[in-house]
């Protein structure tokens, strides 16, 4: 069987009914808000991302962890507050993911995080460098019930893998894909389904064929070719990609504008969200800095926040007048091209 097909069916096999009616009754609200203009939400988020850690060991540009330019706090992500937050929300949620900034693989629990979730039966997925799956680590990967692995490589030689990935060693994330691979196939585990994430840019779009070989030839199961966010895209940068497929601007005059249409509605919104290391929650991965806070989990509950006066305030700007939001204004909702 095909192995997207596998993993399709393993996300499938985590759906229950109670699932399923929340996200009936997500969907719903969604598709009411849009068509009345009137902001409704039924039901708990059906994804969240979880911060483990905002530490990291790369200085990627276009990205807060590697610049160490927060502007909020950095830190851990306490297991208390992160086991209190699944317990509330486990019997609806269906896809959890370990990652909005910082390297999830520095947290000292990452593996007991992962497990917790798991065993609840809720999906499992995390982003990462790939620099600390040493063999121990990727024989605990594959233990701890993690359902996708997404791994960051941007260019397949050393000299235009650096020139985004600052800091970073190549062969050591072809070392610790060859571990996961290697502890799938001893422990007969066909999870974590395992993905290349590429991110086009200009230095290394000249590769895209390479990692797409790299990844057959390695048995990952996937390749995603994902587009650059760049801050300053007004004004150009050297990053942006020449192939138009895999780029989210457009030359517009002197500068650059976003190709997709702007519009004043937004799925996220409805079915997911954003949890700090610190319990903050943030609409979604372009508060990169928290200016959105809509509720804080040391203080209250999630579905006190998730249904409270700011989150309904957010969604009914954002139904009215989406660019009154800043950070919508540079938003493609993560546009990827799988190959």
Request: glycine share 8%; with cysteine.
């Amino acid at each position: 069987m095909n192995r997207n097909w596998n993993d399709g069916l393993n996300l499938l096999s985590k759906v229950t009914p109670l699932r399923a009616l929340n996200a009936l009754q997500v969907l719903g609200s969604y598709f009411i808000s849009k068509l009345t203009g009137k902001a409704h939400h039924a039901g708990m988020p059906i994804a969240i991302s979880f911060e483990p850690t905002t530490s990291c060991n790369l200085r990627c540009p276009e990205c807060p962890s590697g610049l160490r330019s927060f502007t909020r706090p950095t830190g851990m992500m306490e297991s208390g507050l992160y086991k209190r937050t699944i317990d509330e929300l486990a019997d609806r949620l269906l896809y959890l993911i370990f990652y909005f900034q910082g390297e999830p693989y520095l947290h000292p629990d990452f593996f007991e995080l992962v497990n917790y979730a798991h065993k609840k039966g809720i999906y499992t997925a995390t982003s990462t460098n790939a620099h600390y799956l040493t063999d121990e680590k990727a024989r605990k990967t594959v233990e701890s019930g993690l359902d996708r692995l997404i791994i960051s490589i941007d260019g397949t030689t050393q000299d235009v893998y650096q020139q985004y990935r600052i800091g970073g060693n190549l062969e050591k994330v072809l070392e610790g894909t060859r571990n996961i691979l290697k502890w799938k196939k001893e422990l007969g585990s066909k999870t974590p389904h395992t993905i290349f994430q590429f991110l086009v840019v200009k230095p290394n779009e000249h590769q895209i064929e390479e990692v797409q070989r790299l990844a057959k030839e390695l048995g990952v199961d996937e390749v995603g070719l994902k587009t650059a966010q760049i801050y300053d895209y007004e004004n150009g940068s050297e990053l942006i990609p020449t192939i138009d497929r895999y780029s989210r601007y457009k030359k517009d005059g002197e500068g650059y504008a976003i190709k997709n249409e702007f519009v004043n509605h937004c799925w996220k919104m409805w079915h997911s969200c954003v949890i700090t290391w610190d319990g903050l929650v943030v609409p979604c991965c372009f508060d990169k800095d928290a200016h959105h806070r809509l509720g804080d989990m040391k203080k209250q509950t999630f579905k006190e926040l998730w249904s409270g006066a700011l989150y309904k305030e957010f969604r009914q700007t954002l139904i009215r007048s989406r660019s009154e939001i800043e950070m919508c204004k540079n938003c493609t909702e993560g546009t990827k091209v799988w190959a």
